[in-house]
């Protein structure tokens, strides 16, 4: 089978519109992980060994098992307990789950990062707890987390794809939707390969830059 | 009646261990071939080598898959599906782990080199008796999150329809109807499998570091 120029241009309308759907998957899905991450973050340091223990665990599976099974699980078993949420919902959640754990980590490692001084001297100072966080804490761990919560957001971005098994008409599924309707799937499949690298090359350039800017900092 | 279909799970889990073990071993060759040639003489090696990491680095091991499953047939290869997974799964998590014998090498200090140079060894002998016995033991955990990653990619595989866990699960579903049982299966048999990998890189780790002790600071 030969490459047909006029059925990508036929086909292109469909699969740009799935990629609108896919960055949208990934916007909603970055926004819940940066909430969920700190949230899961916070619950970490908690002076509670009960539930500092229990939030280690509840990452530790998250991280350790499929994204793919996990969105079954949201899509498949929730509706059995009464929650029915559409299927971009349940996409949207099982990113940001997912990637919030890798989130957490992130946010866990760079307050980890910020010198025990500057806590000593924040007491000092009789600062409160929140003026210590806003002023001295947050200022100092954030930059350095960025390189590598934008990374997460590349990787996460890829993930996308998986939401098509959950019924989501995201780039990959209307490529596979045209695919199996047409039965030609050299151009779908590969002009998704390429969407998906050309702008993971561009995310990967601004990255670079990034991680120049937050290093000189330091 | 359910020891019937949690026998299918197992069954499944048989062939994620099978895709987890191939891809493994396809990835680790292919990061130390990629990860030397980059750092190669010839800049035609480390051309080559850059474009298969950012490659399938920049694409997800989905869209992978899918290319070598229903694309490559039309160029005349024609895989099984167990071998398109273990090709596309090693050569993703192989770009990954390229990047990571890469840091690994050139994390060993500079004297070390120098001191091969001193002692005459020959470019073979440097990178087999001095650089890699230091440069393994850092590359170690991350490898064992590689393996981590690609257990987890694994479950990809079953779109393709290769009956691994997940398309057991799905298939559990479909005869019974029930969700909770088969998903929430397969959700603790993965993480078991997560665990057993971690436990083992550690165990490696222990052993490649003997007599190590005091060459890093």
Known sequence: MEWDWTFVRDIMPLLLDGLRLTLVATVLGAALAAVVGLVFAVLRRSP???VSLSTAAVVEFIRGTPLLVQLYFIFFVLPDVGISLPA??????????????YAAEVYRGGIDNVAKGQWEAAKAVNLTKRQTWVHVILPQAIPPMIPALANYLVAMFKETPLLSAITVLELMNQAKSIANSNYRYIEPMTLVGVFFLIMSLISVAFLRVLENRFKERT | MWSGYLWQIFEGAVVTAQLTLLGSALALAVAFAAGLARLSRFSALRALSIIYVEF?????????????????????????PLQAGVLALGLNVGAYGAE???GGIQAVPREQYE?????????????????????LPLMLPTFGNNAIELLKGTAVV???SLNDMTFQAQIVRSQTGSTLIPFGTILILYFAMALVISRGVRLIERRVTRGLD????
Do not use: D
Not at chain 1, 88 to 101: D, E, K, N, Q, R
Not at chain 2, 56 to 80: C, D, H, K, M, N
């Open chain 2, 100 to 102: 990571v014998v890469r």
């Open chain 2, 214 to 217: 005091g060459t890093r600071s």
């Open chain 1, 48 to 50: 509670i060994k009960a």
């Open chain 1, 88 to 101: 971009m919902t349940c996409g949207v959640i099982g990113l940001g789950l997912h990637y919030g754990t």
């Open chain 2, 158 to 160: 079953s779109l393709i």
């Open chain 2, 56 to 80: 399938f680095r920049g694409t997800s091991i989905f869209v992978q898959l899918f290319w070598v499953y229903f694309v490559l047939p039309f160029a005349g290869i024609s895989l099984e």
């Open chain 2, 115 to 135: 001191a091969c140079t001193a002692l005459n060894l020959g470019r073979f002998q440097k990178m087999r008796h001095v650089i890699l016995p230091q440069a």
